[in-house]
């Protein structure tokens, strides 16, 4: 039995983000697991319910808007907070696996994750490992999924919000639109984002060209 650990949801401009730890024998995993990103939603939906079906345990944490904005932090130390959140929800003594690599360190990172966790765990640390280790690909989509159904909510709410990655046109025009209309950013919105930053500027410049 080992564990596997990831996130979702990192770098966009919009909602939280989310962390996964599996805990499996990765010989139980269902097939075709790998980085949720190369996977197409609907299959990752349903591996996302195989994983938890096969799985001895699946933790899940979110780090909301308000903690990625919060004053002092960096997402390197979010990303070990959520892994580590995450981890705690599978952990026990003597348990050992792999954790994707959130910080240019990989071994500084995976020390960093250890230390969080009250458990005494042995933590590696790997770039890419959610293409390479099954239980970190698991860990991917069961957080990735965690992250899409959080967006559809987002949806829900505001209408559509794209993806909520500061290069998708769609996000841009929403987060534009509702500055035009409101005045302000939306609560799902992270603040401390330049893309934020690009919106509020080009909302005041055209207001002091209505002048």
Excluded at 80 to 85: K, L, P, W
Excluded at 107 to 126: C, K, L, W
């Amino acid at each position: 039995m080992r564990f596997g650990v990831d996130e979702a949801g990192k770098g966009p401009v919009l909602g939280s983000m989310f962390a996964a730890a599996v805990r499996a024998d990765p010989a139980a995993l269902p097939d075709g697991i790998g980085d949720s990103k190369d996977i197409r939603p609907e299959r990752r939906e349903r591996l996302a319910g195989d994983i938890r079906e096969s799985a001895d345990a699946v933790g899940v944490a979110e780090i909301p808007v308000g903690r990625i904005d919060a004053d002092g932090t960096d997402m390197n130390t979010l990303t070990v907070d959520g892994q580590a959140e995450a981890l705690s929800a599978v952990a026990r003594d003597g348990l050992s696996g792999t954790v994707d690599a959130g910080d240019t360190d990989a071994a500084r990172f995976g020390r960093r994750v250890a230390d969080a966790v009250d458990t005494d765990v042995a933590v590696t640390a790997e770039h890419g490992a959610d293409e390479t280790d099954s239980l970190v690909g698991a860990a991917s989509i069961i957080a990735k999924v965690a992250r899409d159904a959080h967006v559809a909510d987002l949806a829900e709410e505001y209408g559509d919000v794209g993806s909520g990655y500061p290069s998708d046109p769609t996000t841009r025009a929403f987060l534009a639109d509702y500055v035009d209309r409101h005045s302000e950013l939306p609560a799902c919105a992270r603040r401390s984002w330049s893309t934020c930053d690009d919106v509020l500027a080009a909302a005041e410049q055209a207001s002091l060209g209505d002048f």
